[in-house]
Nanobody
Framework: QVQLAESGGGLVQAGGSLSLSCAAS????????MGWYRQAPGNQRELVAR???????DYAESVKGRFTISRVSAMNTVYLKMNSLEPEDTAVYYC???????????????????WGQGTQVTVSS
């Protein structure tokens, strides 16, 4: 399958910045989309930002203008730069990747939809 390794996150004061990174590894054939989701206590997991292999990006309304997602396709890595952080951004952030991988049983490639383990982002007021 495909594994996602996240890094970054931590504690920051309101108005500060943090960066997250996520690297995918495994028998990857191609990645169609990579993105970040977050889940605050008592809330459902929600999309933060996503980028596709075609170059399109989507952002949650609440982070537009403050967060920037970028991807290095050759390294199967996605980054999230978070500026002007607010206490409402406090959550566990999860990386997600969707694409195709080579399974041990041979062709054709199979679909994967993988999640990272999550990284905590805490913004103090």
């Amino acid at each position: 399958q495909v594994q996602l390794a996240e890094s970054g996150g931590g504690l920051v004061q309101a108005g500060g910045s943090l960066s997250l990174s996520c690297a995918a590894s495994g028998s990857i054939v191609m990645i169609n989309a990579m993105g970040w989701y977050r889940q605050a206590p008592g809330n459902q997991r929600e999309l933060v930002a996503r980028t596709t292999s075609g170059g399109s990006t989507d952002y949650a309304e609440s982070v537009k203008g403050r967060f920037t997602i970028s991807r290095v396709s050759a390294m199967n890595t996605v980054y999230l730069k978070m500026n002007s952080l607010e206490p409402e951004d406090t959550a566990v952030y999860y990386c997600n990747a969707l694409g195709y991988y080579n399974s041990d049983s041979g062709p054709p490639p199979r679909v994967f939809d993988s999640w990272g383990q999550g990284t905590q982002v805490t913004v103090s007021s």
